[in-house]
């Protein structure tokens, strides 16, 4: 599976939309983008997924470059709750059981 | 719809001795995956378990162990400890079949295992 680079903590205002950056310029065809995040002291929550087109869902929108080497995960007006680390992960179909982990984005949202 | 659910919370546990962690996957789901995430560290996964056989595993030793029931909890067994075995340990279910491999990941809160 393609390795994922993203910056280590990034801050955002209480409101504001939060974007969080993903490289994953070694990414091939049939590997998806997923994006988790963990709260301090609880287990890794899934966020969203994609492919080649941007997503969305309730929680988030997922937006992936034309030639899927980075994406970027948009929480559209953050919370405080929103604080957690944030995992952006390649990984083929086939292996969403078997995810690989890097050390994630620390977002803080500060009020 | 019941989550993922790990017990215990918490255990302490001393070099040498054994340990069994048990998980219930979420109502419906039919895979469950292991993972340890050491202090600071994202979750490394252990192995994954579909119909009650081992379906893939990470770069654990063999006293790293697994079993899934027909139930599809499971449970996460480690021989011989030792210290830097000392994590939190997360079991995650989902729902595979052959027409989606998608199914997105549901984790527990873990088991914090301390080794003294």
């Known amino acids: 599976d393609a390795k994922t680079t993203q910056p280590p903590s990034m801050d955002c205002a209480e409101g504001r939309a939060a974007n969080l950056p993903c490289n994953h310029s070694?990414?091939?065809?049939?590997?998806?983008v997923y994006w988790y995040r963990q709260i301090h002291s609880q287990g890794p929550q899934y966020i969203i997924h994609?492919?080649?087109n941007n997503e969305t869902n309730e929680m988030a929108s997922l937006i992936i470059t034309e030639d899927r080497k980075s994406s970027t995960l948009i929480l559209p007006h953050a919370t405080l709750r929103d604080t957690a680390v944030y995992y952006c992960?390649?990984?083929?179909?086939?292996?969403?059981?078997?995810?690989?982990f890097g050390q994630g984005t620390t977002l803080q949202v500060k009020p | 719809e019941t989550g993922v659910t790990q017990s215990p919370t918490h255990l302490i546990k001393t070099r040498g001795q054994q340990v069994t962690l048990r998980c219930s996957s979420q109502?419906?789901?039919?895979?469950v995956s292991w993972y340890q995430q050491a202090l600071g560290q994202g979750p490394q996964f252990i192995f994954q378990?579909?119909?009650?056989?081992?379906?893939g595993r990470g770069n654990f030793p063999p006293r790293f162990s697994g079993l899934q029931f027909p139930n599809y909890s499971s449970e996460l067994n480690v021989n011989a400890l030792e210290l830097d075995d000392s994590a939190l340990y997360l079991c995650?279910?989902?729902?595979?079949?052959?027409?989606?491999?998608?199914?997105?990941?549901?984790f527990g809160n873990g088991t914090r295992l301390t080794v003294t």
């Open positions: 109502s419906g789901h039919n895979t």
């Open positions: 992960i390649v990984s083929r179909s086939s292996n969403t059981g078997k995810l690989i």
């Open positions: 378990y579909y119909r009650e056989e081992e379906n």
């Open positions: 994609g492919l080649k």
């Open positions: 995650a279910s989902s729902l595979e079949s052959r027409a989606d491999h998608n199914s997105p990941l549901h």
């Open positions: 070694t990414i091939s065809g049939n590997e998806y």
